[in-house]
């Protein structure tokens, strides 16, 4: 199968879940096919793949990175000829082959309301949509949240995202000799922005009771897409035994050195990335109960109340006072993960949908 895909994002140049769906695939996908890849990137061409067509979109408005990236995949298909098309991009250009187009979610980045700009997306969003043969989102969940959007069901297709089981995998925790011998580890991991929710974790952890917060401590985790936001968070973890981490080279071992992770996010997720990441690392997760979460964990962690810090801080002095049911969280979750989201298993279920889409 000759395959081109096309994303106006890809790491390490913007890293967040999307990014490293389509980094999987596109690895999986090398492997077995032949295939041609065209990402734009925003910071420097080295941080995307030196086989790819790179489209810089460097300084430029969207309308702008629109246009160079339609210019540039669509100048690739007349020279490569592919059977089908995998995008990360809804705005993807139109082409003459087959084309399937992965749509994560419909929150924008943003919790809340849909006010007049997420209203104008979803629009934009029906009108591509009506252009590709398939839309691929990656639960239950955000495929019935596209069919409300008005995306035309009979192109959604289902298929959830996976993880990589080697990078993401249970490591001994490490200890410093001058740490107390019951201290808790907290984690939040994700990319820092108002509505994932890590203005909440740092207020659960600053209302712990004083015997549970003097042997527990947080640590903040992620790309930075709001540095606003960062700059509230810093004085919010002032006095606090909280540590901020911002742009680090690999995400894994922070979820490997926590007891417990952390993922009060307030946006409509449509898959839940930090929660499945932990569950594979063998950590307990205690996140905000939303639909495409509880599928995507199937239920395993602890949910509460979406938005309420007060459920939040105690669920995490119930895990701090049971260090037995947090390492049966740990291993129940992480059996769960390897056994439904490794990304062989994923990829089998794209190739099978491309394969039809070329046919």
């Known amino acids: 199968m000759r395959l081109l895909m096309v994303a106006r994002r890809y790491p390490p140049d913007i890293r967040s879940g999307t990014e490293t769906v389509f980094e999987n695939l596109y690895r999986m996908a090398r492997s077995r096919h032949e295939v041609r890849l065209v990402v734009g990137y925003t910071r420097a061409r080295e941080l995307v793949p030196p086989e790819a067509r790179a489209v810089d979109l460097r300084g ?10 339609a210019a540039a ?15 990360n991009s809804i705005e993807v250009a139109s082409f003459r082959c087959p084309t399937a187009c992965i749509v994560h979610d419909l929150n924008f ?13 979803e629009a934009f969003y029906r ?4 252009r590709l043969q398939a839309v691929v989102t990656v639960s239950e969940a955000a495929a019935r949240r596209l069919v409300s ?12 995202n996976g993880v990589d089981l080697e990078r993401f995998s249970a490591v001994a925790r490490e200890t410093t000799h001058d740490e107390p011998q019951d201290l808790v580890r907290f984690a939040y991991p994700s990319r820092i922005l108002p509505g994932k929710g890590q203005h909440l974790a740092m207020d659960a952890l600053a209302r712990l009771r004083a015997p549970y917060k003097k042997r527990a401590e947080l640590v903040v985790v992620g790309a930075v897409a709001d540095p606003l936001f960062l700059d509230q968070l810093k004085i919010q973890s002032y006095n606090q035994p909280i540590r901020i981490e911002t742009d680090v080279p690999a995400i894994a071992p922070y979820y490997q050195q926590a007891d417990v992770v952390l993922f009060p996010s307030l946006m409509e997720e449509g898959f839940g990335y930090t929660a499945i990441e932990a ?4 950590k307990p997760v205690i996140w905000f109960d939303q639909p495409a979460v509880r599928e995507a964990t199937g239920g395993l962690g602890t949910p509460v109340p979406s938005g309420d810090v007060d459920a939040l801080r105690d669920a ?15 291993a129940e979750g992480q059996a769960y993960v390897r056994s439904h989201y490794g990304w062989p298993g994923v990829w089998s279920r794209y190739e099978e949908l491309l394969r039809g889409l070329a046919r």
Request: with cysteine.
């Open 279 to 282: 569950m594979a690392c063998g």
């Open 60 to 69: 430029v408005s969207k309308a702008q990175a629109w246009a160079r990236m």
């Open 73 to 87: 995949s669509l100048d690739e298909q007349r020279r490569f000829g592919p059977d089908v098309v995998l995008a």
């Open 149 to 160: 959007a008005g995306l035309p069901q009979e192109t959604i297709r289902v298929i959830h």
């Open 109 to 121: 980045g943003q919790a809340g309301a849909r006010g007049l700009g997420t209203r104008g997306r």
């Open 316 to 330: 995490m002095m119930a895990l701090m006072d049971d260090p037995e049911r947090r390492e049966a969280m740990g």
């Open 127 to 130: 009108l591509r949509a009506r």
